[in-house]
């Protein structure tokens, strides 16, 4: 071809600039001595360049490519002719016609991104954007391979009972889990950590949040502030912004709403389940009830839901509170298969003493009796248990085996996750500060013939109406108390929003203390308002008076004082209360105030939940079991309020101790064994903070920047401020707002100073930058020249980065079986393999860079020889296609052979499961196979070095 006139312009030609490859093939329109014009027809753009220093390259095709002309007539080439400094082109088309086609007439509509076309179409990128290509595809492995992908980025302390959860569920495909840590233990946090971790893998895409109104700021500055997810609020407002035709549960990927928007508009509900999603987290999910007698409205809403989504994410720290059957048919919307009927349900949580010595003594290696082989046997079921017997020459992994299997089969299941305090070190105690009142002379003690029951003498502001400031003793308390206390932040928790409104002004006007109310009247901006008030450490108010939904999911923990107002009758909720306070962060022993009537019935339920539960002092897991075992005898004392009680308090003690006991050695343990797990969760927290704060992040940050215009400075130890740079490559940077942001790799900093944002490997601008280099084509093509001493100088060396990739259906989700794995070759004009010899690291060192145009003349010249030197790069790499592909089958028939063999396992016991669920799986996995089987390794880039 070198007879080709490859440098001199002629209107007609086609070349294309190495500067901005996306302005397609341009053609030459007028050249002189000096200048030359080039028109762009793909892009409608001219450029005029000296002749001098042009930055175009020649388009000279080769027989054998095939290309495409203006009408989108694809033919190969078979042989090339040059007319008086045009080429014509001369192929044959896919049905074998023979066209003869003048450059003039191929397509504008091009693009050069394969390293071997840019390379030999003379775009050549610097060795500093090769290295950081490599740099980038290694870095991708190394977080592809560690198990807390997805779980690093968050601003969140790392604490090890959430990571273990977090890491449990977020690894499963489409999970459906009920997160029921105690109070305040973070679930909202760990919920975050899972959608990341789905979102980050690829495993989820469009995920729903719905909430109680109250909640709905607190998650959406929670997933945005510590998760860096931005969430869209769909409500009424939101509903009517949006033009009338379009579904407003489409208009973002990641979605925020309130279950009474769902339960009161039916047509919104019917728009949501319009929609496809990959996750539904349900916060508050103990509201949602249900009994045999029939669902509320909450339930059947969230149950269609549940349906459309894959995922489901269920979060209550008081799961029974409203009763074992809503507890059952919770456990029911996440896995009907393992929970097929409440009947069965209960019957299994007899036995679950059974089940937890069983696992105890397979988990310390004991020898089995016979009746616990048998019952072994049973349990486990023909196929389970001869895969059993197969693993029992290693009885460590047979136990473990059989304990997964045990406790997801017949324990409390996959899908319930429960930490509790116990577990936890760390947290503060928690005081009873109860103030007895005497029983006022006009007090009505008969609830049964009160309007309100018994709320009208536990709520005792009924006793007198609308006057009742004027008489209740407990208002003068609260008033002497919060002068003895004043500017220590407290929250003052009643049942009534008039309550808490009555009383806020009286309190406001009276004691002259900055404060506010937060109750269900107020609007959700509103209320995010006054939190955020009582939330203000300077200027912030005193009090924060709450009526009863004050109580749920808020986060008050930097007050240390609670006042009680009134008892709830429900002992659950005495707990959700208690723990706006008592939740992480905490940093002093919560102090509970409750003011009560002697003699009366709040003095009964304050012993019965004091003495009885020990409720105030400690989270009592047994609370509501205990209220229906004692409901009679207790509902019988708060009638007879002055009489002796001791009897009952006592009774309640044992049983409540007996009840603690039988679920340590049962229920509560299995819980344990399958929510936390010590050892592995130390290794996450390790894992996480190895790789944290070692300056790996900053230094390639560096490069980045450094490569793609953008500011940054340093702002103080492992701090930058970025910006965007004026001579930025791209117009935009990913993740970097016009004004830029200060970002910190210290979590410690992060976490305390909320002017800045975490760097991590997970931070979206990071995420963003490392998927425009990986997805674009800069760095892909390099020409070096290099001086190894050994090598004989004018020699061509080849070093070729190659990667997977395939095609396949989006919720295949491939790359979690198939992450980024770069295989590197290199290798000289005498096919030898300097691989494992000449490391890059010798390039990016040894590597200087040449000339442009003589790096586009050595391209040109050496094109046979270049192209010879990566067919056997080519021929080098390709036996790791098929070790790449056999290790992406592994994990795929790991994950996807232990689902189907659970579901197999749980249909022997469960006549619900249809064939069709085991089919739809072995379908599933049989399409992930094929496409494994398909993915190709492809060249990712190429440098070519010419020795020196
Ligand atoms: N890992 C963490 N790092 C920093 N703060 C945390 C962490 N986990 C939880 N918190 C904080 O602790 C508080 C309680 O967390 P969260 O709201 O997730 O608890 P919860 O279990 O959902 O509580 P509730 O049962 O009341 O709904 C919140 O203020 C949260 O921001």
Redesign the pocket.
């Given at each position: 071809m070198s007879e080709l006139s490859v440098n001199s312009f002629c209107p007609g030609q086609r070349w294309v600039s190495n500067t901005e490859a996306e302005l397609g093939l341009g053609i030459i329109v007028d050249a002189d001595e000096r200048m030359v014009e080039i028109s762009f027809p793909a892009v409608g753009e001219r450029r005029h360049y000296a002749i001098s220093n042009a930055p175009l390259n020649r388009v000279i095709y080769h027989k054998g490519d095939s290309v495409s002309t203006i009408d989108n007539q694809l033919f190969t080439i078979e042989h090339i002719e040059e007319d008086e400094g045009i080429l014509i082109y001369a192929g044959l088309t896919a049905n074998g016609e023979e066209v003869n086609i003048s450059e003039l007439e191929l397509t504008s509509f091009i693009q050069f991104s394969a390293p071997k076309d840019r390379l030999f179409a003379g775009q050549l990128d610097s060795p500093k954007s090769f290295a950081l290509r490599y740099r980038t595809l290694q870095e991708l492995e190394t977080i592809g391979q560690q198990p807390v992908q997805g779980l690093s980025g968050a601003r969140?302390?790392l604490?090890p009972h959430?990571l273990y959860i977090a890491e449990q569920v977020a690894s499963r495909y489409a999970p459906r889990v009920l997160l029921a840590?105690e109070?305040?233990?973070?679930?909202?946090?760990e919920a975050g950590m899972i959608i990341h971790k789905q979102l980050f893998t690829g495993m989820a895409e469009r995920v729903l949040i719905v909430l109680p109104d109250s909640l709905v700021h607190q998650w959406l500055v929670?997933m945005l502030r510590r998760f860096n997810l931005s969430f869209s609020i769909i409500d009424q407002a939101r509903c009517e912004a949006i033009e009338d035709n379009e579904n407003p549960f489409e208009s973002s990927q990641l979605i925020i709403t309130q279950l009474s928007f769902l339960t009161e508009n039916p047509e919104r509900l019917q728009e949501a389940l319009a929609c496809d999603w990959d996750l539904l987290v349900v916060d508050e999910a103990h509201h949602l009830e249900w009994s045999e007698s029939g669902p509320s409205q909450e339930y059947q809403c969230v149950q269609q839901l549940a349906e459309h989504s894959r995922g489901l994410l269920l979060?209550t720290?008081t799961p029974e509170q409203l009763g074992i059957e809503g507890h059952f048919a919770r456990l029911q919307l996440l896995d009907p298969d393992r929970y097929p009927s409440l009947e069965q349900y209960l019957t299994e949580e007899e036995s679950y003493t059974d089940v937890n010595h069983l696992v105890m003594a397979l988990q310390k290696g004991e020898a089995l009796s016979d009746a616990a082989v048998n019952q072994l046997q049973e349990w486990l079921g023909e196929h389970q248990w001869s895969h059993y017997q197969q693993l029992i020459g290693e009885p460590e992994k047979a136990a473990q085996y059989a304990i997964a299997r045990i406790l997801d089969q017949h324990g409390t299941g996959r899908v319930l996750m429960r930490n509790t305090r116990d577990n936890i070190a760390g947290f503060p105690s928690r005081k009873l500060l109860p103030y007895p009142l005497p029983k006022p002379a006009d007090w009505r003690d008969d609830f049964s013939q009160l309007e309100r029951g018994l709320d009208g003498v536990l709520q005792a502001e009924h006793q007198w109406g609308l006057s009742w400031l004027n008489h209740d003793d407990r208002v003068q308390w609260l008033k002497d108390w919060l002068k003895q206390h004043r500017h220590e932040k407290t929250l003052l928790i009643c049942h009534h929003a008039d309550t808490a409104l009555d009383l806020e002004s009286h309190i406001r006007l009276r004691v002259g203390l900055a404060s506010a109310v937060f109750h269900e009247g107020m609007s959700l901006l509103e209320r995010d308002r006054a939190a955020a008030y009582f939330a203000d450490q300077e200027d912030g108010a005193d009090i924060l008076i709450c009526s009863e939904i004050g109580s749920e999911?808020r986060?008050f923990?930097f007050a240390q004082h609670l006042i009680l107002f009134d008892l709830p009758s429900n002992p659950d909720l005495l707990e959700q209360r208690i723990?706006r306070l008592d939740?992480?962060?905490q940093e002093n022993t919560v102090q509970i105030h409750v003011p009560y009537y002697q003699d009366t019935a709040q003095e009964v339920l304050l012993n019965w939940y004091h003495q009885g539960l020990n409720a105030f002092e400690h989270a009592c897991p047994g609370a509501h079991h205990l209220r229906q075992q004692f409901g009679d005898t207790l509902d019988q004392a708060l009638t007879n309020a002055g009489a002796e009680h001791s009897q009952l308090h006592q009774q309640t003690a044992e049983a409540r101790d007996a009840l603690n006991a039988k679920l340590a050695e049962g229920r509560n343990h299995l819980l344990e064994l399958s929510s936390f797990n010590q050892e592995h969760a130390d290794e996450l927290v390790q894992n996480i903070s190895e790789h944290e704060n070692d300056g790996e992040l900053l230094d390639y940050l560096e490069s980045v920047f450094d490569s793609y215009g953008v500011d940054s400075e340093g702002h103080s130890e492992a701090t930058l401020i970025m910006r965007p740079g004026d001579h930025m490559r791209e117009g935009h940077f990913p993740g970097l707002p016009e004004d830029g942001f200060t970002g910190t790799v210290s979590r410690q900093k992060a976490l305390h100073r909320d002017d800045m944002q975490f760097l991590s490997w997970e931070h979206p601008m990071v995420v963003g930058a490392m998927d425009m280099i990986r997805s674009g084509d800069k760095g892909n093509t390099c020409i070096c020249s290099i001086k190894l001493p050994p090598l004989k100088a004018g020699n061509l060396l080849l070093e070729a980065i190659f990667t997977m990739s395939y095609q396949a259906p989006k919720h295949l989700q491939l790359s979690r079986y198939m992450p980024v794995q770069a295989v590197r070759v290199v290798v000289d004009a005498n096919d030898k393999d300097f691989s494992n010899i000449i490391k890059v690291e010798h390039f990016n060192q040894l590597g200087q860079k040449i000339p442009k145009r003589t790096a586009q003349e050595i391209a040109r010249q050496g094109r046979e020889a270049i192209t010879s030197l990566i067919d056997k790069a080519e021929q080098m790499a390709a036996p790791e296609q098929e070790k790449q592909r056999q290790a992406a089958l592994d994990r795929a028939n790991d994950q996807l052979g232990e689902e189907i063999e659970r579901l197999q396992a749980l249909a022997q016991v469960n006549p619900n499961i249809r064939q069709e669920e085991v089919e739809h799986l072995i379908t599933k996995r049989d399409a992930i196979r094929e496409a494994i089987a398909s993915a190709q390794l492809n060249l990712d880039a190429i440098r070519i070095a010419l020795t020196t």
């Open positions: 969140v302390q604490l959430q840590d109070v305040g233990l973070g679930k909202t946090i929670e979060l720290a999911g986060n923990q723990g939740r992480i962060g």
